[in-house]
């Protein structure tokens, strides 16, 4: 059987992308409406919020693929094959702890305290024994109806079979292992906020 690739993007986020991008922009529009000559100087804070929501929430994702894991964040890009795995945590965001480090995965964080109100037995059915503690327990996090805790299983189910399987043997290769920075994200923002304080301060 041929594994099924799984990309996730949160749709909230998304959603509270597109809404911020759009107020910005008919926020710049009024300006231009009222007064031309003052836009160009004080459109600069809006244009900066507009492309930091798209950084935040729109460009954050998860990509679980057939030798690895490609993890999207803000300021860089992680691709994690399987063997470098070591465990998948949910403490305060999905997690994966590999052989080079600990990679928080920013489009999974873990849900807030009222989410977690009210889980039953029934939530955490299925969970693999790699998630559990010392003592046996589990995470709120881990609930396989929160997204962190269906993203978390989703990635422990596939890590477990492989290395069942004896796919781990070779061990690990470090070379294997990509980080990716997002040097023209990183540049736009910061230039951005030099913009928007210059024209809220000169």
């Given amino acids: 059987m041929s594994f099924q690739e799984v990309v996730y993007r949160p749709v909230f986020s998304r959603v509270l ?3 911020t991008i759009v107020m910005c922009g008919l926020g710049i529009a009024a300006l231009f409406w009222s007064d031309p000559a003052s836009a160009v100087r004080y459109m600069w804070p809006l244009v900066f919020v507009a492309a930091l929501a798209w950084a935040l929430f729109w460009r954050p994702g998860l990509r679980v693929e057939e030798h690895g894991i490609t993890v999207e964040n803000v300021l860089r890009t992680h691709f994690v094959p399987w063997p470098s795995i070591e465990s998948i945590d949910t403490r305060f965001s999905l997690t994966l702890h590999t052989a080079a480090g600990r990679i928080g995965v920013w489009a999974a964080p873990a849900p807030g305290r009222h989410r977690t109100l009210g889980l039953a037995p029934g939530d955490f059915e299925g969970i693999g024994e790699t998630a559990r503690g010392g003592a046996g327990e589990l995470r709120p996090a881990d609930a396989v109806t929160t997204m962190s805790g269906n993203l978390a299983q ?9 290395r069942g399987a004896g796919a781990f043997a070779s061990g690990v290769d470090p070379e294997a292992s990509t980080t990716t920075w997002h040097w023209a994200t990183i540049v736009l923002i910061a230039a951005l906020g030099v913009a928007a304080a210059i024209s809220l301060l000169v």
């Fill in 154 to 162: 989703l990635i422990r189910g596939r890590w477990e079979q492989l």
């Fill in 17 to 19: 992308a597109v809404v």
